[in-house]
């Protein structure tokens, strides 16, 4: 129930951010994300809050995932601008989506439900991992800190909640852009393993994946399968946003 409402609000906050800045939609002058865009992604955000959703082909075994929002022109930008574009300030318009997405997934997923009503957390939030080469261009891992605000937003203690960047991509992988599914699937096969120093504390534990945005779930399924592989009990996903021809609603 306090999920719910929390989501709702995260959507409200969404649209009363007014910053001195330009936009991280449309690139205008005046604020972090202005009233048009606000108001795109105000429409695209789902009706009633953050839902489930899949890819179209749904890989065998795709973990139960939660979207915020359709991945509109808005919500594009904002993501880009956010990763590449310097503008880690944008935040303060994703981590409230994030958090919605995040608070669905624990009141829809019935495992993760179960474990935060039977106060046997924490629930694990493992963002994606980001490939060594990204890190270093953009100096830092976005996504991550993208998770770190949206679990602060959600303001829930540390017995229930925390975030662990436990997985790592052990090899090089290419840049998903550009591929189909299949291709996609290829590309991050067995890339992704637990981190050595996170090996004991995943064991049995179970664990929400956060990403930026759903296309093919080739990505949600590596890590899905790599947090598996080391031992967790569970794992579901969130991400901000789905793309709309292949994240169809589950
Ligand atoms: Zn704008």
Redesign the pocket.
Known sequence: MALIAVARRSLGATLELALPTT??????AGAT??L??ADEAGHATYPGGARQVRPTPCPQGFPPTWAASPYGA?ARAALVAFKDGDRRDLVDVLAPMLSGAIAAALAGDPHLRAVLASDNGPVFVVPVPSSPVAVRRRGDAPLELLTRAAVRWLGLSERELVVAPALRLHRRVADQAGLDHVQRADNLERAMQVQPRWRASIHGVTTLLVDDVLTTGATLMEAARALDAGGASHVAAATVAATQRRGIPA
């Open positions: 936009c991280g939609g449309c690139g205008s994300w202005c048009a865009c808005a």
